[in-house]
């Protein structure tokens, strides 16, 4: 019973998953989110919307409007309240989404930013014209790998997390590209030229590897493709057995460094360096449930996706 009770919750919870972003020219692009967004501590021209419009028209595209709706300290009812205040916004054909950090630095609930982000996402999709291929999400970056957040690392790691987990599953659930920039952010300590002169934030540098990880994956008159954050063997990335008891195998062929297994509220229940190809991993001491895991590859690539532990 306990086996399909969640398997149930596994499925409810999986969702649609879009493999891409429809770009239409001419480009009206919409930022909505925080500081990471409005760029603080780095000059206008590289905040990330702004580098990634220049990168769009690189690629022959013409950027003909981008409007940003974000400020520092700004948490998912902040810009709730933003947007409904800067309405009526119509017109936007590509619209991008990253909150949350504030909801957590400032001890929001985790439950209200599940509910308003929802709401957020939903508002999204509205704004694109009630395209979700028209529409991307961000995951929240990790401060803990700064000089302001180092001391704490621990505890911010985990909760950011968490939050991510909450708004890939919504993400997930429409149906709206995901792009894992956590990862890129937890560099920040082993290259400083990746946070701004603040210690907080992210640079200018930083900035351009989102806009790379993005930008790298258009595909003219196809959209925007997302499969460098993907599941399952979309990357050649097998976990079996799933359900798994006693033992989990990871077999990929990409240039894995890290497995990391969170369980249902972003903590990490087990890491591990791995090698490319087959890979045993004990997870007898873990307690049935779900896990969620994130295989991180030396290319700055994240592949995810969920396994059951079962007893």
Known sequence: MRLL?????????????SQSVDIDNPVRFLALGDSYTIGQSVPVADRWPEQFAEELRKKDYDVAALKIIA??????????????????????????LLIGVNN?????????YEDEFEELLKTAISLAGDNKE????????????????ESNQLSISTEINAFNNVNKRITDWYGVAYFDITSISRQGLINTSLVASDG?????????????????????????????????TEMNLIVYPNPASERIIVKTQQNASRFILYDVLGKIALEKIID????QIDVSNLSPGIYYYN????????????VIIDR
């Open 134 to 149: 028209s529409v991307f999400v961000l995951s929240i970056p990790d401060y803990g790998y700064t000089p302001f957040g």
């Open 71 to 96: 400020q520092t300290g700004w948490r998912t009812d902040n810009l709730i309240y933003a947007i409904e205040t800067e309405r009526p916004l119509i017109g936007y054909n590509l619209v991008s």
């Open 295 to 306: 295989l991180y590859n030396t290319d700055g690539e994240t592949l995810t996706g969920k």
């Open 104 to 112: 957590q630095y400032q001890g929001a609930s985790i439950n209200t």
């Open 200 to 232: 907080l934030h992210p640079s200018g540098e930083m900035y351009a590897r989102w806009v790379e990880l993005i930008a790298r994956n258009i595909k003219r008159n196809q959209g925007l493709s997302t499969s460098t954050v993907a599941r399952g």
């Open 276 to 279: 490319i190809e087959s890979n």
């Open 5 to 17: 009770i969640t398997l149930l919750f596994l499925v409810y919870f999986s969702g649609g998953f």
